[in-house]
Nanobody
Framework: QVQLVESGGGLVQPGGSLRLSCAAS??????MGWYRQAPGKQRELVAS???????NYANSVKGRFTISRDNAKNTVYLQMNSLKPEDTAVYYC?????????WGQGTQVTVSS
């Protein structure tokens, strides 16, 4: 049984920081990452990392967000700095094994003064 448990969302002021965590159980994943979905918009990739630590970022978060992975703990992190109101969304953890994609339950990130 694969489970992805997310934590770390919340309310933060513009310019602030948050760190999201996603702990995976059940298997070792080829790729893990974070997606987000704002109201009225499609879900979009934020960042991803492979088992060999190759990373990929959306242009909108490059230089502000950092994804990292602890293979021993099967956990992926998203450090979000210099947050903007447009970063407000539900953030979903994502993990891939072969052709199968798993999703976390989502965690709300709200950037507002």
């Amino acid at each position: 049984q694969v489970q992805l448990v997310e934590s770390g969302g919340g309310l933060v002021q513009p310019g602030g920081s948050l760190r999201l965590s996603c702990a995976a159980s059940g298997s070792i994943f080829r790729s893990m990452g974070w997606y987000r979905q704002a109201p009225g918009k499609q879900r979009e990739l934020v960042a991803s990392v492979t088992g060999s630590s190759t990373t990929n970022y959306a242009n909108s978060v490059k230089g502000r967000f950092t994804i990292s992975r602890d293979n021993a703990k099967n956990t992926v992190y998203l450090q979000m700095n210099s947050l903007k109101p447009e970063d407000t969304a539900v953030y979903y953890c994502n993990a891939v094994i072969g052709l199968t994609v798993y999703w976390g339950q989502g965690t709300q990130v709200t950037v507002s003064s």
